[in-house]
């Protein structure tokens, strides 16, 4: 059988040309290159799929107390992270008829896959006793769903700012097309509230987990508190979008202070603070 680590790393270079294409296709304006990208983009993401599901049967062909769904540690949810990220901009491209995220979506995806490659955690090893319970699966599914919704809300809020930026030049704009304000605004208004939703499931599976593994459903541990942080700022944004009418800039700024809180809670606490969550560098 084909190894999915090699498959893994041929999709890293294909979701970095795909980011190179559709960065062409935006500063350029040709459409040529942006449908190429898309293409090249669905074969990032098949890829990808391949991968993650080859590793998952290796893992059993490797023995019952090997076989695990692929979640378990750092290089395996950076997989994950990446697909949830190729999946959720596939889906914005098409219902938006927009490949100017790309340029920053299929990015973010090559880097995960990138950063995956160097942990030395990407060897199929037993699952901890922590680990083996089928809310592990729930809880990184609907954790990491959260994250890419956040994750492509952050390109589109960095396409906001700097639209506003080029829509206080002299008329006849600048030299890259981006989407009008009022669409990029509300995007990142839905992609919030998507990854919002994912994102509580994803504290509620995980507290009935930490019950099921450690006896109680909260325990303060870094990972837990940086999630409820991370929790805190999207309530924060969609509550001031809803209740004070804010938009455009503010929320935008919202956004990636946000993202930046994903990524603390993601790779920040597993290297820089330790508790529960520092097994494997596992990250909730």
């Known amino acids: 059988m084909v190894d999915n680590s090699l498959i893994l790393s041929i999709v890293t ?7 190179v294409l559709y960065l062409i296709s935006w500063i350029f304006r040709k459409e040529m290159p942006g449908r190429l990208a898309t293409r090249i983009s669905w074969v990032a993401l098949a890829g990808n799929t391949i991968g ?25 949810s950076l997989v994950f992270f990446a697909w949830t990220i190729g999946v959720i901009y596939i889906v ?19 880097l995960a896959l990138a950063y995956a490659s160097l942990e030395p ?26 994250y890419a919704a956040f994750a492509v809300a952050f390109a589109v809020s ?3 700012l700097v639209k506003s930026k080029e829509e206080l030049k002299a008329e006849g704009g600048g030299l890259i097309h981006i989407p009008p304000s009022e669409l990029l605004d509300e995007l990142t208004h839905q992609l919030v509230m998507f990854g919002f939703l994912f994102l509580t499931v994803g504290i509620i599976t995980g507290a009935v987990w930490a019950k099921q593994a450690w006896t109680r459903y909260w325990s303060w541990d ?22 004070r009418g804010w938009r455009g800039r503010r929320i935008a700024i ?31």
Do not use: D
């Open 158 to 160: 960095i396409l906001y």
């Open 13 to 19: 270079f294909i979701y970095g040309l795909a980011g």
């Open 121 to 146: 955690s990407s060897a199929i090893e037993p699952l901890i006793p922590a680990l083996k319970s089928n809310w592990l699966i729930a809880h990184v599914i609907t954790c990491f769903l959260g």
């Open 222 to 243: 870094p990972k837990e508190t940086w999630s409820l942080i991370t929790w805190l700022i999207y309530a924060a944004l969609l509550h001031f979008r809803m209740m």
């Open 254 to 284: 919202l956004s990636i202070l946000g993202f930046l809180a994903v990524l603390f809670t993601y790779f920040g606490v597993n290297y820089f603070l330790s508790g529960l969550h520092s097994y494997g560098a596992f990250s909730q």
């Open 92 to 110: 914005v491209e098409r219902r938006y008829k927009t490949r100017t995220l790309g340029a920053i979506a299929a990015p973010l995806a090559c």
């Open 52 to 76: 993650i599901l080859l590793r998952w049967v290796q893992s059993y062909r490797m023995g019952s107390e090997y076989g695990h769904a692929p979640f378990s540690n750092m290089y395996e």
